[in-house]
């Protein structure tokens, strides 16, 4: 069975840091462009950031820019997104996924989706 795995939520305070985790279970993913998106609260998922297979191409979305970073060890088989800076409108499920192409890093482009990782930034 295909499946990804996130990990690596919790809760943090503003400006704080979490790194979120993807791996694979039943396939590797170093052939795949991985995507994490997350869902709010009464909202639609929205894309975060993508990254292509061999890692050297990355999407960001414009509310994430300069605070989180993509990043993937294909030896390891996972997939990480380190998050800094942390502001309340983050908060929502973080969810990984598997796509085509960084350029259309979107929910309806990805599937293999995992169950998700919660994210509470709040004081």
């Known amino acids: 069975q295909l499946q990804l795995v996130e990990s690596g939520g919790g809760k943090v305070q503003p400006g704080g840091s979490l790194r979120l985790s993807c791996t694979a279970s039943g396939f590797t993913l170093d052939a795949s462009t991985i995507g994490w998106f997350r869902q709010a609260p009464g909202k639609e998922r929205e894309g975060v950031s993508c990254?292509?297979?061999?890692?050297?191409?990355?999407n960001y979305a414009d509310s994430v820019k300069g605070r989180f970073t993509i990043s993937r060890d294909n030896a390891k088989n996972t997939v990480y997104l380190q998050m800094n800076s942390l502001k309340p409108e983050d908060t929502g499920i973080y969810y990984c996924?598997?796509?085509?192409?960084?350029?259309?890093?979107?929910?309806?482009?990805?599937?293999?989706w995992g169950q998700g990782t919660q994210v509470l930034v709040s004081s």
């Open positions: 996924a598997r796509g085509a192409y960084v350029s259309r890093c979107r929910p309806s482009e990805f599937g293999s």
């Open positions: 990254i292509s297979s061999g890692g050297g191409r990355t």
